[in-house]
Nanobody, 118 residues
Framework: VQLQASGGGLVQAGGSLRLSCVASGRAFSTYGMGWFRQSPGKEREFVAGISSSGGDTNYADSVKGRFTISRENAKKTVYLQMNSLKNEDTADYYC????????????WGQGTLVTVSS
């Protein structure tokens, strides 16, 4: 599966952005999906994940209550709605896919940069 992320940009603190990630291939509905982020000098970190059906989601503590992950299998797309953005949310955001039977993410898209200004 190939993944294409978009939606990053410059936003003021307290603002919102929605990231999208479109997948190629026929088996999107069999993949769990996730969003990760990496800022300069830091390791990549998990942000949010969603099961293949969309019925289960999980979040990093740092974004709980502010970010929402969702998916539309018919459109082969996963979203990350980001509200109440903070300076520390500034990072490159990556979407990733894993087979439903695996915990490891094996497929990665390119990053989309989110910059939060004061």
């Amino acid at each position: 599966v190939q993944l294409q992320a978009s939606g990053g940009g410059l936003v003021q603190a307290g603002g919102s952005l929605r990231l999208s990630c479109v997948a190629s291939g026929r088996a999107f509905s069999t993949y769990g999906m996730g969003w990760f982020r990496q800022s300069p000098g830091k390791e990549r970190e998990f942000v949010a994940g969603i099961s293949s059906s969309g019925g289960d989601t999980n979040y990093a503590d740092s974004v709980k209550g502010r970010f929402t992950i969702s998916r539309e299998n018919a459109k082969k797309t996963v979203y990350l709605q980001m509200n109440s953005l903070k300076n520390e949310d500034t990072a490159d955001y990556y979407c990733a896919a894993r087979l439903a039977s695996r915990r490891q993410y094996d497929y990665w898209g390119q990053g989309t940069l989110v910059t939060v200004s004061s």
